[in-house]
């Protein structure tokens, strides 16, 4: 069965940059469509975007599109999360998650039914 599992999440500064990633283990991604969401404290769930299999990105707000970037490689089975310019309130759990196939991307946590268990990203200030 394929698992997710992220990492690259750490405690940073205010304007640093880091990359998270998401790797498949026990299978592929296939041409499944790959989503990073955030959760922090006491918040909802949040849609950061998502990626196709042919590399067509979106990003979930006009604060996303500025700093972050998404990018794949199918044949690592390994998804990245750009994040630069980090604020404080960027701090939160960040997931991938896999969805459908096609060229469609969804904001809908509901859509994934595949899920990691999360990197802590914290930024101070």
């Known amino acids: 069965q394929v698992q997710l599992v992220e990492s690259g999440g750490r405690w940073v500064q205010v304007g640093d940059s880091l990359r998270l990633s998401c790797a498949a283990s026990?299978?592929?991604?296939?041409?499944?469509?790959m989503a990073w969401f955030r959760q922090a404290p006491e918040k909802a769930r949040e849609y950061v975007g998502a990626i196709t299999r042919r590399g067509n990105s979106v990003l979930g707000s006009e604060t996303s599109k500025g700093r972050f970037s998404l990018s794949r490689d199918d044949a690592k089975n390994i998804v990245w999360l750009q994040l630069n310019g980090l604020e404080p309130d960027d701090s939160a759990v960040y997931y991938c998650a896999a969805g459908g196939t096609g060229e469609s991307t969804s904001a809908r946590s509901r859509d994934y039914d595949l899920w990691g268990p999360g990197t802590q990203v914290t930024v101070s200030s």
């Open positions: 026990g299978g592929t991604f296939g041409d499944r469509v």
